[in-house]
């Protein structure tokens, strides 16, 4: 079955290869990013599938998305928050206010307002899921190391605000996921990360598919299926 798709920061990384596979299934993809002009290896998957679409969108602007939303009428089976930020500072003395805020407005509000922004065209969907990629850092109970405070409260503070959606937008007929797509080979993830983003994306997929929570029901799933306890 073909269905709309919308990802958001999808010209590298986890949302390049989300386009990637979802493009190559025959899909549409809506794929967004920053920067249309600095997206090459994103304008080459495009040539090679005709079937993406691409659009500029900063999630962190609210007038963007905005002429996103009114520019997107078509229903939308699948939305895909991808889009996020890792700030390296790590030890206690070094978190300032200003990179704990950039790491709330990108990974927490920019997925929640794209989320606010599709409900209509979601809801107009067979599919109507809303997906958003947290990170098992975000899990208050899988912190055993510590460290990492503004991407591990915005993850945690993303998963809490997809989770209220979750709830709210039940007469809408939407359903909420948050997956973990692993340690992954990305700009984000280093070199040295385990998964490379084809496996972590075919998983994660998989898991999109299968995904049949009870209504209001929001679960945080890890790329091979395990469920992630908040
Ligand atoms: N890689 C891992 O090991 C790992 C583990 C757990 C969770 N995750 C999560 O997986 C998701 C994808 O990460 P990745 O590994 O693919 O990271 P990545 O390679 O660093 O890519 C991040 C993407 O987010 C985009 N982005 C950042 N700020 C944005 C904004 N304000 N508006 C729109 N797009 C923005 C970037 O665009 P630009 O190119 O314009 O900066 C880029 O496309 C993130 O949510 C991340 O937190 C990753």
């Not at 989300?18 to 997206?39: L, P, S």
């Not at 007038?63 to 890792?86: F, H, S, W």
């Not at 809303?130 to 899990?139: C, D, E, H, L, N």
């Not at 990492?148 to 996921?177: E, F, H, Q, T």
């Amino acid at each position: 079955m073909s269905e709309t798709i919308l990802i958001t920061g999808a010209n590298r990384g986890l949302g390049l290869e989300f386009t990637r596979q979802y493009a190559k299934e025959g899909n549409k993809v809506i794929a967004c990013c920053r920067h249309i002009d600095e997206a090459k290896e994103l304008e080459a998957l495009q040539e090679e599938f005709s079937n993406i679409d691409i659009h500029e969108l900063d999630i962190t602007s609210e007038k963007a998305i905005k002429a996103l939303q009114n520019e997107i009428t078509q229903p939308i089976d699948l939305l895909i928050n991808n889009a996020g930020y890792l700030e390296s500072e790590n030890h206690l003395g070094q978190i300032s206010t200003e990179s704990m805020m950039k790491n709330f407005m990108i990974n927490a509000m920019g997925a929640f307002k794209v989320t606010e922004a599709f409900i209509d065209q979601l809801s107009k969907s067979k599919r109507k899921l809303a997906v958003a990629i947290s990170s098992s850092m975000g899990s208050i109970s899988e912190n055993t190391s510590g460290g990492y405070y503004s991407y591990r409260a915005s993850k945690a503070a993303l998963n809490m605000l997809m989770k209220s959606l979750g709830i709210d937008l039940m007469p809408y007929g939407i359903r909420v996921l948050l997956l973990h797509p692993g340690w992954v080979k990305t700009r984000m993830g280093g070199d040295g990360a385990q998964h490379d983003p084809s496996t972590s994306v075919a998983g994660m997929r998989k898991v999109i598919t299968n995904y049949s929570p009870k209504e209001g029901e929001v679960k945080f799933i890890r790329f091979n299926g395990e469920e992630i306890s908040w």
